[in-house]
């Protein structure tokens, strides 16, 4: 994938829908304003109404992609002034958080690079995070890639990741046959990316990074804007190669100070790259090694991550300290941005469940597709529902013909969300009201280094 992010065309093809919005007020959840003027409440629901409006969207999309979509919005209001957010209702024929839907993987090749790593989680071969989650959260989908077949490509949701097949003729064996998307780089920036070098601008994500769903404590990728490199411009740092992490960050993305933290294990600053620093803790993790399966009906011990960058991207942020609340009790938690990942450290936990990998897939599922996470005083945007991948696709994989993630023992509930409203068809999003999701836990389990 071609990362060149320093220009950039704004392409905008959200689509040919008719769109009727019937708003009513609800209290949203506190939402930072851009940086350099932090006000969690910037938008406050004072009444209860409600409004009805139409608008025609006219733009231009791929065939497949065409539909027409009767949604509903949230409002919100500022004074006198209501704003409805269109929201799609997403049929759990199209997406179910937590990899429990039983969606087939699209492509043997996004299968054996969850085998490697996951399927040992699922089966209870060994105890460590997740890379990318107990299975499949869609069935295969396509998404505009302008330099893709026939401008798309074919990709996979998790909970942890995107999977990506950018060049279906390229080399099956070659590690990044399949790649994984630059979804931090996204939601912080608030751009889609459509191709190499392609991007349209939708709207940063006042989405929290950690913690429980809703939390009102900890930083959301908005407010990383500010101290990231991403399209919404750079903020790099000097090599400080031996210092400690006692930087904070609040939700609003107001930077502080905090020397008391610099006393906890793991925080030593130990590798430079790409202008920002990485901590000892994560760099660990990044290098760790561990039992997997090699594809031959093997399990060996390898490196989980190969190479360390593979699955987080290079660092896009320095490391900060936060507070957010997990399962319900406030912790303090270290949090560093990835271009594709965001790690999170929290001390106070368990030896072995202390670094993992933030629930990003579900939150940009959320973003793009449903809306979620609006900031105040951001200009409105209008999502397009997912469009299924064609079963035997021509060059797009064979979405249905490859085999189910297995898992052992509970499923684990990570934030799968209540639907309301008639399920949609593929070719027509319905919604009676927005869409409820419930808490977003990290898998808790260990790593194995």
Same mark, same amino acid.
């Given at each position: 994938m071609n990362e060149n992010k320093k220009w950039f065309t704004a392409v905008g093809t959200l689509g040919v829908a008719l769109l009727t919005f019937s708003a009513a007020a609800l209290a949203q959840t506190p939402a930072p304003t851009p940086i350099g003027t932090p006000d969690a409440t910037a938008s406050v629901v004072t009444e209860t109404t409600t409004a009805e409006t139409t608008a025609s969207v006219v733009g231009s999309i791929t065939p497949e992609a065409s539909m027409t979509a009767e949604m509903t919005g949230t409002a919100t209001m500022t004074g006198t002034d209501l704003t409805p957010i269109p929201t799609i209702s997403i049929s759990t024929d199209l997406y179910v958080a937590g990899g429990t839907g039983g969606f087939p993987f699209a492509d043997p090749?996004?299968?054996?690079?969850?085998?490697?790593?996951?399927?040992?989680?699922?089966?209870?071969n060994v105890s460590r995070t997740w890379f990318w989650g107990p299975g499949p959260n869609t069935p295969g989908l396509l998404e505009q890639y302008n330099q893709g077949v026939n401008g798309q490509r074919l990709v996979q949701y998790f909970d942890k990741s995107r999977m990506e097949i950018n060049n279906p003729a390229g080399d099956r064996a070659s590690q990044f046959f399949v790649t994984n998307g630059l979804l931090t780089v996204e939601l912080i920036s608030g751009f889609i990316q459509l191709g190499d070098a392609d991007f349209v601008n939708y709207h940063p994500a006042c989405i929290p990074m950690s913690g429980d769903f809703g939390?009102?404590?900890?930083?959301?990728?908005?407010?990383?804007? +500010? @101290?990231?490199?991403?399209?919404?411009?750079?903020?790099?740092?000097?090599?400080?190669?031996?210092?400690?992490? !006692?930087?904070t960050i609040d939700r609003n993305g107001v930077v502080g100070d905090d020397p008391s933290k610099g006393t906890i294990a793991g925080v030593n600053l130990v590798h430079f790259e790409n202008n920002h620093n990485i901590p000892d803790v994560f760099w660990n993790f990044l290098n760790s090694s561990g039992p997997?399966?090699?594809?031959?009906?093997?399990?060996?011990?390898e490196r989980l991550i190969n190479p360390w960058n593979y699955a987080s991207g290079l660092p896009i942020s320095e490391?900060?300290?936060?507070?957010?609340?997990?399962? +319900? @009790?406030?912790?303090?938690?270290?949090?560093?941005?990835?271009?594709?990942?965001?790690?999170?450290?929290?001390? !106070?936990n368990d030896t072995g469940f202390q670094v993992e990998m933030g629930n990003i897939g579900q939150h940009y599922f959320d973003w793009r597709y449903r809306n979620f996470g609006y900031c105040a005083n951001q200009p409105v945007s209008t999502p397009t529902a997912p469009v299924p991948a064609p079963t035997g696709t021509v060059g797009l994989g064979t979405p249905g013909a490859t085999t189910t993630a297995v898992t052992t023992g509970t499923p684990m509930?990570?934030?799968?969300?209540?639907m309301t409203g008639t399920p949609m068809e593929t070719t027509t999003a319905i919604a009676s009201e927005t869409a409820i999701e419930t808490t977003t836990p990290e898998p808790v389990v260990s790593v194995t280094p």
């Open positions: 090749a996004f299968q054996a690079v969850w085998n490697r790593t996951d399927s040992l989680v699922a089966g209870g939390d009102t404590l900890a930083p959301t990728y908005f407010a990383f804007q +500010g @101290v990231s490199n991403t399209q919404a411009g750079d903020h790099n740092a000097s090599d400080r190669t031996g210092q400690t992490v !006692t930087a997997v399966d090699n594809g031959n009906g093997q399990i060996t011990n490391p900060y300290w936060a507070q957010a609340k997990i399962n +319900g @009790v406030v912790k303090d938690v270290m949090i560093q941005a990835y271009e594709r990942r965001v790690l999170t450290y929290v001390p !106070t509930e990570t934030g799968t969300p209540e």
